[in-house]
């Protein structure tokens, strides 16, 4: 049974503790998992308590949504840390050099809560953009201020955003890992379910679907990311500087 909550067990209870449990909840067994009964259960309070911290399962999906991007900058703040100091051969480059350190970073945190990408995908269209959580808002205002200070003027600075925002997630949305038909079929075709696609019709899909757990999705991200950001832009002049990491 679970152990009714008390003010000490309330008190331990935090807005980062309930998120942090969320998002291991859904790690662990999926989204379609995640309730405020099942969410209390793991961390043994009854389901009341943990309103205080959230107001339900709507604002449950915008917390995954808060804790993911607070992954991410953290993941920035790392990297950023780790690379300090570091000598700077071609300035001009550094604003392509950001991007693909942000894209590794959302990479890595996506690899890392696989389930919770759709929700990140999709959930901040649904929220106003003011209303979004301050972990996302503050990567934005970092994408858009790294465009800014290597000389883009404001459209291009949004095209070239929503460009590499659109590439990140379709990118990690072209997922390497198929839900399996038949757990217990050692031939790959039949525990995909691929069998069941008449390979007259569906030649290329059986080929090509099972070699999708082959490709190294975070070296076609950033090959990718390369190759769609010089064909976008260049900045007029190379005016890149440091700034702060979200």
Not at 178 to 194: F, N
Not at 197 to 204: D, G
Request: charged share 25%; glycine share 6%; aromatic share 6%.
């Amino acid at each position: 049974m679970v152990e009714r909550d008390s003010p000490e067990k309330r008190g331990r209870l935090s807005r980062p503790l309930v998120l942090a449990a969320a998002v291991a909840l859904v790690d662990r067994d999926g989204l379609a998992a995640l309730t405020m009964r099942r969410l209390a259960t793991d961390l043994g309070v009854e389901p009341m308590a943990i309103y205080r911290y959230t107001a339900g399962k709507e604002a449950l999906l915008d917390g995954l949504v808060e804790a993911f991007f607070a992954e991410v900058n953290d993941r920035l703040r790392t990297s950023a840390e780790a690379g300090a100091g570091a000598a700077r051969s071609d300035p001009g480059a550094d604003w392509h050099a950001e991007l693909r350190r942000i894209a590794r970073a959302f990479a890595s945190a996506v690899h890392a809560h696989p389930e919770i990408l759709p929700v990140v995908a999709t959930r901040p269209l649904s929220v106003p953009m003011a209303r979004r959580p301050a972990p996302l808002l503050q990567l934005t205002e970092h994408i858009l201020a790294v465009l800014g200070r290597a000389g883009f003027d404001d459209a291009t600075t949004l095209t070239v955003y929503r460009a590499f925002v659109a590439w990140n997630l379709g990118c990690l949305l072209v997922d390497k890992r198929q839900v399996v038909d038949d757990t217990e079929e050692p031939d790959l075709i039949l525990r995909l379910g691929l069998h069941r696609l008449p390979a007259a019709e569906y030649p290329r899909l059986r080929a090509l679907v099972p070699r999708l757990a082959e490709y190294d999705d975070e070296q076609e991200l950033v090959a990718g990311l390369d190759g769609l950001l010089s064909r976008i832009a260049e900045p007029p002049h190379d005016s890149f500087y440091g700034g702060s990491t979200p």
